[in-house]
């Protein structure tokens, strides 16, 4: 097929869409370059955007960069156009991450447009959710949608859910004695304070949620070490509905799948009527990271946990101008 000619209006509306994805604290990692006499976009994860304390083998990064790629596949799709993808194209560059190409068609992917509806509804909810079980057909929706990106989604069961909150509670203690990362943590926080970065990156203070009054749900307290007033405390649910994104290997390519994957998850989550957050906490830590696998399942490497249930859905938190993260050349 021909490529579709990539003028600057289309591009920037896919890359509006793109940038609606998840990413480690809102930090946006991502860099695209257009190359209409190719016909390409180039992916390129940002290096001044990587957190070297809670990240430092850029995985987090590699998944919020797939969870870009995977809404501009949406995005193509709803726009009657093929996207084709490769991933790593350039072995010598490790932050050139994808390449991909348009061609028109009259046989776009339905499955994937009919995505589009929720990429600018889904957001991260911190608030509670309520015990409301969700139906096994639709959790196998769930699972189905992350086996389409090659990748496996796990539902825990009792027994390892509380081993996942445990882990979580770890987790929290290592962050609290280690002062690099709980900087790092702060340096993509807005509560207004003087000196913060800018508006349109990192995690507000109206996202952080309330506070929990017992810790019974996986969800990440981002104002604990500060005061943020005007913020409430609140009950969570008591039995946290999780699912575990994973994959059998633990290379930059399966961060990438895994990032297309959750994003993916998430967006046929939010069609479903389900909120959802995430926690990456326990992942970030080695030692922990081991013991959110599922023995008997076949994820090899966990890469995220995934709240899921029924409650507000969050509000949007602020994104990058495309301007910002586009050029053409």
């Known amino acids: 097929m021909t490529p579709t000619a990539l003028t600057r209006p289309l591009v920037t509306s896919l890359i509006e869409d793109a940038v609606t994805a998840p990413s480690m604290h809102n930090a946006q990692p991502w860099k695209f370059v257009c190359k209409p006499a190719t016909g390409l976009i180039h992916l390129h994860g940002d290096p001044l955007r990587r957190m070297p304390h809670e990240d430092p083998d850029h995985r987090a990064l590699h998944l919020g960069c797939g969870a870009a790629l995977f809404g501009l596949r949406v995005a193509a799709a709803h726009r009657a156009l093929r996207p084709v993808v490769r991933l790593l194209p350039s072995p010598d560059d490790p932050w050139h991450l994808a390449d991909i190409r348009f061609d028109a068609t009259d046989d776009a992917d339905s499955d994937l447009g009919v995505l589009h509806g929720a990429l600018s509804r889904r957001h991260t909810s911190r608030f509670p959710f309520t015990e409301e079980r969700i139906p096994p057909e639709v959790v196998d929706g769930l699972r189905a949608a992350a086996l389409l990106e090659g990748c496996r989604l796990v539902v825990p069961g ?45 995690i507000p203070a109206y996202a952080f949620g309330p506070r929990q009054y017992d810790v019974t749900s996986p969800v990440r307290d981002f104002g604990a070490p500060r005061r ?40 046929q989550a939010t069609l479903d009527g389900l909120a959802t957050s995430l926690m990456s906490q326990p992942l970030e ?3 922990l990271r081991s013991g959110t696998r599922d023995p008997g399942s076949a994820i090899g490497f966990v890469h995220m946990v995934i709240r899921l249930g029924y409650g507000p859905q969050g509000q949007a938190t602020p994104r990058r101008p495309a301007a910002e993260v586009l050029t053409f050349g």
Do not use: C, N, Y
């Open 285 to 287: 830590w080695p030692e």
């Open 158 to 202: 009792a027994w390892h859910t509380d081993t996942v909150m445990e882990l979580v509670h770890a987790s929290e203690l290592f962050e609290a004695a280690d002062e690099a990362v709980r900087a790092e943590i702060a340096a993509w926080t807005r509560t207004g304070a003087a000196g913060e970065g800018p508006g349109t990156e990192g």
């Open 228 to 267: 943020v007033p005007g913020r409430a405390s609140a009950l969570f649910e008591k039995k946290p509905q999780l699912a575990l994104l994973g994959t059998v290997g633990d290379t930059p390519e399966e961060w990438l799948k895994a990032g297309q994957a959750l994003q993916r998850v998430l967006l």
